[in-house]
């Protein structure tokens, strides 16, 4: 199983950016799909999360109302929209995927993607 994220990049305070994700080996019928995080000098933090089926969302109180994660299963992919992004958003986002229900836990998830960089400027 590979998860190839991507999209990331520096962008300016107030822009936008969008990543993607793309699973390879991977039946992502049942499967979650989160995003997180993880700022130098802290821990990997919980972004997003979509589930299977009639999807439902979850997001962290500090991307909720900017960021916006979807998923394509017949491409394999999941994203993430970002919106009005700020420096405190700088970070290398993760792509995870696990079977079955939706969790903010990095423990709970099986596959993790390589990271994406993204940087906001002031």
């Known amino acids: 199983v590979q998860l190839q994220a991507s999209g990331g990049g520096l962008v300016q305070a107030g822009g936008f950016l969008r990543l993607s994700c793309a699973a390879s080996?991977?039946?992502?019928?049942?499967?979650?799909w989160g995003w997180f995080r993880q700022a130098p000098g802290k821990e990997r933090e919980f972004v997003a999360a979509?589930?299977?089926?009639?999807?439902?969302?979850s997001y962290a109180d500090s991307v909720k109302g900017r960021f916006t994660i979807s998923r394509d299963d017949a491409k394999k992919t999941v994203y993430l929209q970002m919106m009005n992004l700020s420096p405190e958003d700088t970070a290398v986002y993760y792509c995870?995927?696990?079977?079955?229900?939706?969790?903010?836990?990095?423990?709970?998830?099986?596959?993790w993607g390589q990271g994406t960089l993204v940087t906001v400027s002031s």
């Open positions: 995870a995927a696990k079977r079955a229900g939706s969790s903010s836990a990095t423990t709970a998830y099986e596959y």
């Open positions: 979509i589930t299977w089926g009639v999807t439902s969302t």
């Open positions: 080996g991977l039946t992502v019928l049942y499967v979650t």
